[in-house]
């Protein structure tokens, strides 16, 4: 159920019984010493995946940029899109998707990063995209994101998700383990204040990171994929769930 993989006139036979589709939306950037640049994009392309197994509803290409925390600039390899260029983007993908009879979008992303008061400008981005078509009443579009589940009694160092933690390492050697450097997993200083990005915003908004630099909070040393695959289901449950209703038009 790849749009991508698809012929056009396959795309025009699935809109005959269906007018859904499944945006996933990642990033380019760092996630610790431990964890590939891709890893949102990865974590939302598997969670499209099971979502459209699981609804019969096909999946867009996946999008790999998205709005960066500004203290990564200098962070090799990092790379995103501003505000605008991640809603402007957005918004041309709907508008050409809805012109050829798409009239339900989940834009699915795994990624929380923000600018300006680190707020969710990520989320925003994707909302203010659908704001054309949801004023004129054309569309229906929601924005996924998998981490709004309570994972904490799934957590042995942590009360929620962080960043390159034992969250998204969990799931990372659960869904693509080979890409996991285990040898480089080590517990940031200071690991406490999870949900707080002080301790890898210190000294990089200016600069390139020190040696000592991880870039990531949380307890990635108790990461396990075990751990990842209980994770991935308790938050694939909802995500299903809410698709199928509003498939039903609930």
Not at 33 to 46: G, N, Y
Not at 86 to 103: I, N
């Amino acid at each position: 159920m790849r749009l991508s993989d698809m012929t056009w006139s396959e795309v025009r036979e699935y809109l005959k019984t269906r007018d859904a589709l499944i945006v996933p939306v990642g990033t380019c950037e760092q996630h610790g010493r431990h964890l590939p640049l891709s890893t949102d994009t990865l974590v939302a392309d598997a969670f499209a995946l099971r979502l459209s197994q699981a609804t019969d509803v096909a999946i867009a290409p996946t999008l790999p940029y998205g709005v960066n925390l500004p203290c990564d600039t200098y962070t090799p390899g990092n790379a995103g899109l501003t505000f605008e260029a991640l809603r402007s983007s957005v918004a041309s993908l709907l508008s050409d998707w809805h012109r050829q009879g798409f009239r339900k979008f989940f834009l699915l992303t795994a990624h929380a990063c923000a600018v300006d008061g680190f707020g969710f400008a990520h989320h925003e981005a994707l909302k203010q995209a659908a704001l054309p078509l949801l004023e004129r009443g054309e569309a229906s579009v929601y924005v996924l994101f998998p981490f709004w589940t309570d994972l904490g009694d799934l957590l042995e160092g942590q009360s929620g998700v962080g960043h390159a933690c034992e969250v998204e390492t969990s799931l990372a050697l659960h869904l693509f383990p080979e890409l996991v450097r285990t040898g480089m997993m080590s517990d940031p200083e200071p690991w406490e204040g999870v949900t707080r990005y002080e301790p890898f915003i210190a000294g990089v908004a200016q600069g390139p990171p020190g040696e000592g630099w991880q870039g990531g909070t949380g307890r990635p040393s108790l990461a396990t994929a075990d751990k990842g695959a209980a994770i991935f289901e308790r938050c694939l449950e909802p995500l299903t769930q809410f698709v199928r209703d509003r498939l039903k038009g609930a």
